[in-house]
């Protein structure tokens, strides 16, 4: 770009600037409710490409901060347009009609729709989270209104700078579209460089973003929660001095008709006026039938216990009612029980001999605390990406210009050096050293280094294939790791997809040395079948909890849920099937996991298939599986003697199983018993019975 092309982009992004700081004071003072604050975010978009207008987009919404603390929120919406304001301009938009109303309506979709989630999701979703009747009541209507609007307003805004534009011309005698080539295109660029560079930083700024927000959002939520403690802990404490310790007998017993009793129940209610957070106060004595009340304040929706009542205790009370019955101090709970998601403080009221007679109840509620945390992460997300936009927008205009042109000759002459062939890479070395680069900076520093760096490069390759091995490796652990989180709904999984996998690689490797099996167990069958095994029961992740934990045998009915695991979980392999572009393992992983409960006389699930119409891999799942589902421990049975499992195995042989499968699991019990043993196959768990369901 030359000095004066760099001169009007400057002249134009301080034009930009104005014009949407001057629409915004026009539409405020007029009370408008249109905003006028994007039209020099495209005017200079349209004329000088990405980065200058993204600069104008988000510098305008930063400036508006000043007034408006609220606008750095809508900046990603101002640096959205101009995205799309250059992507157009480059194409000549107003050259026709048509491309001007494409123009406006992409427009409006950014601004309009974009901008009212985000004003929903900041200002709209603190009380709550996601109603069904507040998406029916107001985001439909709201979200048509919005729209409507911003469509007036893009409308507007791109005529003011059609006009804008139209006076250039006439100014300069110039057309419109193309008016000032400052975004200069050029054909023969290294995109790949810029691709992966850009990629590497929007993954930095990502990653570096993600661990602020979880920071940040762990200090907000330690933060939040200590501070309800302590609020909890101190009105307690209020309310314990107040309370007569020694007359609590008399209270209990007598309730309203004992003396003083009207009174100390109204200093409570004064109490707990004082702290609108507060949403339950109770004084109750603790003891082995439950919570007999001595006091309780009722509230708008829950009527209060009457003295003497007795409240069960919640379930999740269960770990603290051995210390609650002998007096000790408790610390403040977290529980989502009968009375909702409240926080919970115990205080021991003890009368005059020390002895603990009751506990003041103090329950506070936290729903607001999930909203105001998703709030907060929807603000830190929308700033984020503002500003994400735009540092992308600046690295790829420094590297262009700085990088990739000047690399662009070196990376010409040494394309041909990282071929796998050694006649290549020789011709691609000597390619690179005719070159004979002399510009006495930096670039020729590097022309040097590369020149030096290739006489060690045939070494350097077989340390990436090394690498790339590591890789495979770290890629199977990353899978095992994934299917564990994934199963990790049913919570008798434990070490079931690690032992499961083992079991399979038993079999596959014992099929590698038998004759029958040499055209179908290759190595290629046998890596993807180890890499597939932990993802087989996948599908489960579909299933209810109510049906996938049930600690006792399946009804019929849930057993027919149940076994739509393997419907579901070849959907989902099917999808990520078609999404990848190497689907690699994957087609071992959807046999393995739709077919893993056929049986062998085609009494089996799903589709009834019967012998070698099941694919090999899921018959050698079938034995591992049911073979891991006899020997470990669940809650509702014992582990199964490793003889006896054997014996299962065996007689199943020809209905259930592949006799193949199974001879070949049989002749290695010694191996699969110390897979057992090793993975700590005797752990209780509560569990679903779909695997007992399905074992005979």
């Not at 589902?629 to 509702?636: D, F, M, N, P, T």
């Not at 699991?665 to 018993?673: G, I, M, P, Q, T």
């Amino acid at each position: 770009m030359t000095r004066n092309l760099r001169s009007r982009a400057l002249l134009y992004t301080l034009i930009g600037m104005g014009l949407n700081l001057a629409g915004s004071f026009l539409a405020a003072s007029l009370n408008m409710k249109l905003y006028l604050d994007s039209v020099g975010t495209i005017f200079t978009a349209v004329l000088c490409g990405y980065f200058p207008g993204i600069f104008v987009g988000l510098m305008t919404n930063l400036i508006k901060c000043l007034w408006d603390s609220t606008s750095v929120y809508f900046a990603i919406v101002n640096v959205l347009i101009a995205v799309i304001a250059a992507f157009f301009g480059r194409r000549g938009c107003f050259r026709k009609a048509s491309g001007v109303i494409s123009f406006v309506l992409v427009l409006t979709a950014a601004g309009g729709v974009l901008g009212y989630l985000i004003t929903w999701f900041i200002y709209d979703r603190t009380d709550g989270i996601f109603l069904i009747e507040s998406v029916k009541g107001t985001f439909a209507p709201g979200l048509a209104d919005a729209v409507l609007w911003d469509l007036a307003d893009k409308t507007l805004s791109v005529l003011i700078v059609f006009c804008l534009l139209a006076f250039l011309k006439m100014l300069t005698g110039r057309p419109v579209s193309g008016l000032y080539p400052l975004h200069e295109r050029r054909r023969h660029v290294l995109h790949s460089l810029r691709t992966k560079t850009l990629s590497l930083l929007f993954a930095a700024l990502l990653l570096s973003s993600a661990v602020q927000m979880v920071i940040s959002v762990t200090l907000f939520t330690s933060s939040f929660v200590e501070d309800r403690k302590n609020l909890a802990v101190v009105v307690g404490g209020l309310i314990r001095d107040v309370i007569p310790a020694d007359e609590i007998g008399t209270f209990a017993a007598e309730g309203r008709s004992a003396a003083g009793y009207e009174d100390v129940e109204n200093r409570l209610y004064q109490i707990r006026s004082r702290y609108p957070d507060i949403k339950y106060v109770y004084v109750y004595q603790i003891r082995e039938d439950g919570c007999h009340a001595v006091f309780d304040l009722e509230t708008d929706d829950t009527e209060a216990a009457e003295p003497g009542e007795v409240i069960p205790f919640d379930a999740s009370f269960a770990p603290y009612i051995e210390d609650l019955l002998a007096g000790e101090e408790m610390e403040p709970v977290i529980t989502n029980d009968t009375y909702g998601y409240l926080l919970t403080a115990y205080t021991p009221v003890r009368d005059s001999s020390g002895q603990c007679v009751c506990y003041v109840g103090v329950d506070i509620l936290m729903n607001r605390f999930r909203g105001m945390a998703f709030v907060y992460l929807i603000k830190t997300f929308v700033v984020f990406l503002g500003f994400s936009v735009f540092i992308l927008a600046l690295a790829s205009l420094i590297l262009e210009r700085h990088i990739i042109r000047p690399v662009l000759s070196i990376a010409s002459a040494a394309k041909n050096f990282v071929m796998t062939d050694s006649e290549e890479r020789h011709r691609g070395q000597e390619e690179l050293l005719n070159l004979e680069i002399h510009t006495n900076d930096e670039i020729e520093e590097l022309y040097t280094s590369v020149t030096k760096m290739t006489s060690e490069s045939v070494q350097y390759i077989s340390q990436i294939q090394n690498q790339q091995e590591m890789l495979r490796q770290m890629q199977n652990g990353l899978i095992t790791v994934l299917a564990e989180v994934v199963e990790s709904r049913d919570t008798c999984t434990g070490m079931h997809v690690k032992k499961t996998a083992d079991y399979v690689r038993l079999i596959v490797e014992a099929m590698r040395e038998d004759d029958r099996f040499k055209d179908q167990v290759t190595d290629e069958f046998v890596e993807n079948i180890e890499t597939s095994a932990p993802l087989h029961d996948v599908g489960k992740i579909k299933i209810p909890d109510a049906i996938l934990n049930k600690p006792g045998r399946l009804t019929d009915e849930e057993f027919a849920i149940m076994k739509e695991h393997t419907t579901e979980g070849n959907a989902i392999i099917d999808k990520a099937i078609h999404l990848v572009p190497d689907p690699m393992f994957l087609g071992e992983t959807q046999n393995m996991t739709a077919y893993h409960h056929e049986k062998w006389d085609g009494s089996g699930y799903p589709c009834g298939l019967k012998g070698e119409e099941i694919p090999l891999s899921a018959r050698i799942m079938a034995v591992a599986d049911v073979f891991d589902a006899l020997v470990s421990e669940r809650s509702y049975k014992a582990p199964m003697p490793y003889d006896e499992a054997f014996d299962i195995i065996r007689k199943g042989s020809g209905t259930h199983f592949d006799p193949a499968v199974v001879e070949l699991f049989l002749a290695h019990r010694d191996e699969a018993v110390e897979i057992a043993r090793q993975k700590g196959g005797a752990q209780v768990k509560a569990c679903s019975a779909e695997d007992e369901c399905d074992t005979i």
